[in-house]
């Protein structure tokens, strides 16, 4: 039996790098490692005292401040399961994620401790607090600092087996109810290590930039679990403004930046206005598709290269990267990963995996080190998307003969106009590219005649352009089938939990 705990990372840390700082908090607080790795030992003593045990689970409703590491490593280090609830739901949708996952217990931030009792009330599963309580709060649930305070720490973790499950990722429900991606201590460890050691040349003097949410699978593998890894310092923001980051950048000098498309779109807003901008050795985008636009626009205006890549809560989550033993090809996702294969196999055969030839488009497979255990409790989506030993996206794509990966569209984003077939991401790159266009997401609404036409719901950078003039300026730059015949203008577009755009959200609205 090979033992294995995700806790090791930060353990690792603390006894290799005690005295460097691990974590800037909002409050201005800087933490060592070995201060991060006894406060996290404390908190578990705390979590055992409420009955919590070897897999068990444990859900967490922590914004980006020191808390969510003390307690997500703290229930590791208890040998329980981990389940981070975006901060984004409602009181129901959180009810949903703790009667699914079974958890046994909910820690809340006082920040979201409403909609956190809410929750727990409805399904009755106990629930503990931390972070400074709001004025005048009559009654609030155990605190976990109190709970610890009275405790003799965690000697150590409590080790589990490489292939048991460390943390369960919902995904946003693109389809139906939010599925449980079960991730193993095996998968988190790797991904974490490969991104730091075999994808970028990192070292434990740089810097990291912590504004994608921790609750999200980008945020916590790439951004926090990662600089531990490395024993590098995590800068944490809570509320991600282009403003308030560039500022907490220069102040920390902050020499990495990982981001969403719609952060580097807010950087580049933001950049306009500053005096002075950071020296960032490393950006990275993932979560969504990064207009090749805002890629030319970033590097004109911070002098730094957007690398992208891709991956999935169930891949956990790095799949493919643009990295320098590559080379980067703008537009693409680059190569897999250190031991992870991506290949292109045939949407139309979903039984079995049957690849197709470089240059065809078809579904994006994966298999490796990063691929999930599956989904808890749904043995039939389990069976769907593990296939042969690979995993099946949902994802359109192509490799090149060069071994770059693009991705085409989402198989359910795709727009069926009259028989033709329009990838929405192809559609978008161009209308990016016009000088008076921020933001843009195109989407297929209903039609009598074609069954699908095409809509582009635009972000004005300044007010002006009509519909009109879009339309007659995107007949010039893309096909007849692919033009957008309906424009719509928005203040903003709906974002989720990881700050992708919500298509599902704009085909309700316009269709």
């Known amino acids: 039996m090979t033992t294995l705990s995700l806790a090791t990372v930060l353990a690792e840390a603390a006894r290799r790098y005690p005295e460097k700082v691990a974590i800037v908090d909002e409050a201005g607080g800087r933490i060592s490692y070995s201060e991060l790795w006894a406060q996290t030992r404390s908190y578990a003593a705390g979590l055992r005292e409420l009955g919590i045990g070897p897999g068990d689970t444990v859900a967490i409703m922590i914004p980006n401040v020191a808390d969510f590491p003390r307690v997500y490593f703290a229930a590791l280090a208890v040998g329980a399961r981990i389940v981070p609830v975006s901060l984004l739901l409602n009181a129901e949708e959180v009810g949903y994620v703790l009667a699914d996952s079974g958890a046994k217990l909910l820690v809340t931030h006082s920040a979201f401790l409403q909609?956190?009792?809410?929750?727990?009330?409805?399904?009755?599963?106990?629930?503990?607090?931390?972070?400074?309580?709001?004025?005048?709060?009559?009654?609030?649930?155990?605190?976990l600092d109190h709970i610890s305070a009275g405790l003799e720490p965690l000697?150590?973790?409590?080790?589990?087996?490489?292939?048991?499950?460390?943390?369960?990722?919902?995904?946003?429900?693109?389809?139906?109810?939010?599925?449980?991606?079960?991730?193993?201590?095996?998968?988190?460890?790797?991904?974490?290590?490969?991104?730091?050691?075999?994808?970028?040349?990192?070292?434990?003097?740089?810097v990291v930039m912590g504004c994608l949410p921790l609750f999200h699978t980008f945020g916590q593998t790439v951004g926090m679990n990662a600089t531990f890894r490395l024993g590098g310092t995590l800068v944490l923001l809570p509320r991600f403004t282009g403003e308030a980051a560039i500022e907490l950048m220069l102040k920390e000098n902050v020499t990495i930046f990982h981001g969403v498309?719609?952060?580097?779109?807010?950087?580049?807003?933001?950049?306009?206005?500053?005096?002075?901008?950071?020296?960032?050795?490393?950006?990275?985008?993932?979560?969504?598709?990064?207009?090749?636009?805002?890629?030319?626009?970033?590097?004109?205006?911070?002098?730094?290269?957007?690398?992208e890549g891709y991956g999935l809560s169930e891949t956990s989550p790095t799949a493919t990267t643009n990295q320098p033993s590559f080379g980067a090809k703008p537009g693409t996702v680059g190569h897999p990963i250190w031991g992870v294969e991506v290949e292109i196999a045939r949407p139309e055969v979903p039984e079995s995996i049957e690849f197709l030839?470089?240059?065809?488009?078809?579904?994006?497979?994966?298999?490796?080190?990063?691929?999930?255990?599956?989904?808890?409790?749904?043995?039939?989506?389990?069976?769907?998307?593990?296939?042969?030993?690979?995993?099946?996206?949902?994802?359109?794509?192509?490799?090149?003969?060069?071994?770059?990966?693009?991705?085409?569209?989402?198989?359910?984003?795709?727009?069926?106009?009259?028989?033709?077939?329009?990838?929405p991401r192809e559609v978008e790159e161009v209308l990016a590219r016009h000088p008076s266009i921020q933001q843009v997401a195109v989407i297929g609404v209903a039609d009598e005649t074609l069954g699908e036409e095409i809509c582009a719901v635009v972000v004005?950078?300044?007010?002006?352009?009509?519909?009109?003039?879009?339309?007659?300026?995107?007949?010039?730059?893309?096909?007849?089938?692919?033009?957008?015949?309906?424009?719509?203008f928005a203040e903003s577009l709906p974002l989720g939990p990881s700050m992708k755009v919500l298509k599902r959200e704009l085909r309700?609205?316009?269709s």
Not at 283 to 294: D, E, K, N
Not at 384 to 395: C, H, K, P, S
């Open 115 to 143: 909609v956190g009792a809410g929750a727990a009330a409805a399904t009755q599963t106990p629930l503990a607090n931390v972070g400074p309580l709001p004025e005048g709060l009559p009654q609030y649930p155990p605190r």
């Open 357 to 423: 030839p470089d240059g065809e488009l078809g579904e994006i497979v994966i298999r490796g080190h990063n691929v999930f255990a599956g989904y808890l409790n749904r043995p039939e989506a389990t069976a769907e998307a593990l296939v042969d030993g690979w995993f099946r996206t949902g994802d359109l794509g192509v490799k090149d003969e060069q071994g770059f990966i693009s991705i085409v569209d989402r198989t359910k984003d795709l727009i069926i106009r009259g028989g033709f077939n329009v990838y």
């Open 460 to 488: 004005l950078e300044q007010q002006g352009l009509t519909a009109d003039e879009l339309i007659e300026w995107s007949k010039e730059h893309l096909g007849k089938h692919k033009y957008p015949r309906q424009v719509r």
């Open 508 to 510: 309700k609205q316009y």
């Open 155 to 206: 000697r150590t973790y409590v080790t589990r087996e490489a292939e048991d499950v460390a943390v369960i990722l919902y995904t946003s429900g693109t389809t139906g109810k939010p599925k449980g991606a079960l991730l193993t201590h095996l998968n988190l460890v790797m991904n974490a290590a490969v991104n730091v050691f075999d994808v970028h040349p990192l070292t434990g003097d740089d």
């Open 261 to 307: 498309p719609t952060m580097y779109i807010g950087l580049l807003e933001a950049a306009a206005k500053a005096d002075r901008l950071p020296q960032l050795k490393l950006c990275v985008s993932g979560g969504a598709s990064l207009p090749v636009a805002v890629l030319e626009k970033f590097a004109a205006a911070f002098g730094s290269h957007i690398w």
